[in-house]
């Protein structure tokens, strides 16, 4: 494949950037990685691994005479790090980002980029519950989306261009409007972290139910809350800070339902439970179908079938 | 390995059911498993695969001459079940069922239970968002917990004999009492499942993103959500119908937990944001170490790290 960059420049190095660097590497998409981390350690661990072509001290001197820059760092710190490579950027160069909010990481860095540079903001949606620069891996986004929320009159070569990146590392790439990408988060990502943190922290607090007994006999439902509560805590605070409207509005509207549903239980009301039940299973469906997951029956763990 | 029990019937012939059957016949515990349904369409297929070694038309007939019946219906028929096979019953046998909820299937089997048979309520903490006959596979309770919640007076050698099937199946045994079992199920399991229902059918609802961006968008939390939100309908229901106390305990924990939680958000108090996230992480790590999960990184389904 033709190199589609000369030089990415990665800033921040856990999950996201760690496993576009394998994913770059894979398919032989740009002619070299290099990395930096704010963190020393995550930079030493960088270099041991040989996760990067070459480690950088600072964004600053990862950025300078990058054709491409994405921002691999948690939401809130976007706008700092914008901030300090702005001076550092090449003329023509792009600067992307992974951040899972786009209206406030626009709002963020966008003011910092200079004129001649493009800023294309976007969103993998991939990831798993550990983060960390050693929890990368290449095949992370295979067939996963990756979204783009262009800002307007960013030339159609530069969306071209960091596509067929995305593209080439494995995803499917599709554009939205950024306060759009931002609700559609809120109800497919967002607010299922937070009920799965909220539900975790119950199950912490209740002293009746000591946490030894949570945890042998989690088995079903409360196991994969623990997962998703278990992902990277300052990633998911900026997350929340950050996309705050579309988050507590679905918030409201799953307050509402759960009020419903609890009302149907304290009423004895089963007829309407069994319905409901009936329909979120065509959803289910839906996600299989579209090959989102697997129909594998994952609760139980199973490698086999019967 | 000895047999336990010369015959066993089992009720109802779904995932537990069938997984059962298949377990049994894996470890070779049993002399003949009978099976039966109340829906034809289930013991034909029953049948066909040869799930059990012989399919009868009822539950009595099942029940007749059984050293062992196990009532493996959905929670709400455990007691008409119970009435009707109680007539059949041989002196000395063993009842048991598999009910997710213990306390109102004991308050419905209990009484119908006649003198010389032994009610031994029990529940496998296992599972799979799939359901019926073809869904049993016999790996399902390996290295599961099945939970006994004894009746007072119930004979040590009733007790041990039917832990050492369960443990041939696979599975840890421990005992407790029927309303502690109702309160952490309510916690581990119960509960998890309501919240995902409903964070399912507000996506379902919400019009400004289609159904179809949230099936496609769906990679990270929400896919969790609908994979429990998958499971089988009328098991749930009669789940929540008859543990509704304890259930109706958590969600009220629950619904004030998010509240302060939202209230972070709102009043963009990050700090406790992250102090909340950082703390759920460690209940995962005990979950990993008790060996009810594994650390592959799930989110991303992937098969292998870099």
Redesign the interface.
Known sequence: MTQLYERVALIGLGLIA??MA?AMRRAGLVGEVVGTARSAETRAVATEIGLCDRICESAAEAAAGADLVVLCVPV?AMGAVAEEIAPHLAPGATVSDVGSVKRAVIAAVAPHIPEGVHFLPAHP??????SGPR??????FDN??C?LTPLPGTPGAVIGRYTALWQGMGANVESMDADHHD???A????????????????????R??T?????????????????????D??M???V??HN?DA??D??G???E??FV??RA??M?D?EM??E??????A?????IE?G???DA??????????
């Open positions: 760690g496993s394998l809130g949606l991939a990831g798993t519950e550990h929890s990368g891996f290449a095949e992370l996963r989306f979204l609700l559609v988060l109800v497919t990502s967002h607010t299922p972290h937070l009920i799965a943190y909220t539900m975790v922290g119950v199950a912490d607090h209740l009746r139910v946490e030894s007994e949570v945890v042998k006999y989690s088995a079903a439902g409360f196991r994969d809350f623990t997962r998703i509560a278990a992902s805590p300052t998911w605070r900026d929340f800070l705050r988050t507590l679905i918030l509207r799953f307050t339902e759960l549903l609890q239980i304290r004895g089963g439970l069994h409901y039940f009936t329909r979120t299973r959803i289910r469906r839906g996600i579209a989102q997951d697997t029956p994952d609760f139980g763990r199973a490698k086999t079938r019967g």
